[in-house]
């Protein structure tokens, strides 16, 4: 897939659909520092694009970086505040900063907006973490329990 996407980028020329799919795959195998410059020029050439916010708050977080990915997550959230794996997303960064009431909110948010099972199950799991840090074990269990629902179970 990398071959495809760096060979189309190479052809069209600057793409930023194309690089947001060639800077996923970056993160996926560890590249976050290549991500963030494809994604960077790219959110130059379309900063309206969720899915370069996405990426680009994705590969922030996975540095460590979470003020930044915080920030590109806002920037997503921005363009789709409809968006279930936007809310979700924007809630873990707030998880991450300390700032629990704000993140249930952003999970609860999710919960209205479709998110494939695997963003489901991760809300719940979320949501239960947050009940747990608030020493509310009848309330976050619930949520761990309809997490393992939701996850598939061809899920890796």
């Known amino acids: 897939t990398e071959t495809m996407f760096t060979h189309t980028l190479k052809v069209t020329g600057a793409n930023p659909i194309i690089a947001a799919n060639l800077a996923y795959e970056y993160i996926a195998q560890g590249r976050t520092k290549e991500a963030i410059a494809l994604l960077d020029t790219a959110a130059k050439q379309a900063p309206r694009h969720i899915r370069v916010w996405m990426n680009m708050g994705t590969a922030f977080e996975r540095e460590g970086r979470i003020a930044e990915a915080a920030a590109a997550f806002e920037k997503a959230m921005a363009i789709d505040p ?30 209205q907006y479709n998110l ?11 949501i239960g973490a947050v009940y747990g840090i608030k020493k ?4 976050a269990e619930p949520h761990f329990r309809r997490a393992l629902q939701a996850t598939p179970t061809d899920v890796t």
């Open 82 to 111: 409809h968006s279930g794996a936007v809310q979700l997303n924007v809630g873990i960064m707030r998880f991450h900063q300390g700032k629990h009431d704000e993140a249930l909110q952003f999970f609860q948010r999710a919960l």
């Open 116 to 126: 494939n099972p695997l963003e489901l199950s991760r809300t719940h799991v979320m």
């Open 136 to 139: 509310m074990p009848k309330e």
